[in-house]
């Protein structure tokens, strides 16, 4: 059972380039976010997901793109990257009744942009 | 906003248990209390959550006051490999809620 996976682990980018960072979970989890964490903070919802074919804002989505063709993955896009978008990110998901199930978490990208 | 207050850090001798607090003294009849660590910048970890009872796994206890505005986090035996940023959460539960707003956490000190 491999969870939630998000690929690549690391990504070194240059200013301006687009890139698009990977999550897939096998659990068939409704609810899917993304989070990004900067140093000695917690971390901060991007965009979510309840379903396919529904995404929504969360606190920090500007310069973020999402979409969720399918239940499985959820996609993060980077359209032009800014230094302030180093960070490390995290996906996680949530089964259904999603407010009382617990989230499971990724092990992370770790995106540097120069 | 967090709708939680913790302490920054605290200190917990090994074998001994990690009590950790929480206030949440806003928190709504259908928000669920959760607990989450980070060790080192790994992805978060569920430990526990509950509504307004008290709840116990195979990591943790979670004690809810019966007033819902405060609770504790007890780890009973605490280890080395337990040190780690504590995240204490509220979150709307069922289909309507989702969103973990993380404040900045406890961060545990395990010592020998």
């Known amino acids: 059972n491999a969870g939630v996976t998000q690929t690549p682990k690391f990504q070194v980018l240059k200013t301006g380039q687009s890139m698009t960072l990977q999550c897939a979970q096998d659990?068939?989890?409704?609810?899917m976010s993304w989070y990004r964490q900067d140093p000695g903070m917690g971390l901060r919802l991007i965009h979510y997901s309840v379903g396919a074919g529904i995404t929504d804002q969360g606190e920090v989505p500007n310069g973020y793109n999402v979409s969720r063709s399918t239940t499985e993955d959820f996609p993060l896009r980077l359209l032009s990257a800014a230094p302030s978008q180093t960070s490390v990110y995290f996906c996680?998901?949530?089964?259904?009744?999603?407010?009382?199930?617990?989230?499971?978490f990724g092990d992370g990208t770790r995106l540097s942009i120069l | 906003d967090a709708k939680t207050t913790q302490p920054t850090s605290m200190d917990c001798a090994e074998g001994r248990a990690a009590n950790l607090p929480c206030n949440h003294s806003t928190i709504s009849g259908n928000e669920y209390v959760y607990w989450y660590r980070q060790i080192h910048s790994q992805g978060p970890q569920y430990i526990i959550h509950?509504?307004?009872n008290n709840e116990t796994n195979e990591m943790a206890s979670l004690i809810i006051t019966e007033d819902r505005k405060s609770s504790t986090l007890i780890l009973p035996h605490a280890t080395l490999r337990d040190t780690a940023v504590y995240y204490c959460?509220?979150?709307?539960?069922?289909?309507?809620?989702?969103?973990?707003?993380f404040g900045q956490g406890t961060e545990l000190s395990v010592k020998p």
């Open positions: 659990m068939n989890h409704e609810y």
């Open positions: 509950g509504l307004k």
């Open positions: 996680a998901s949530s089964g259904q009744g999603w407010g009382n199930q617990p989230q499971h």
């Open positions: 959460i509220v979150r709307v539960g069922g289909n309507q809620g989702g969103k973990l707003i």
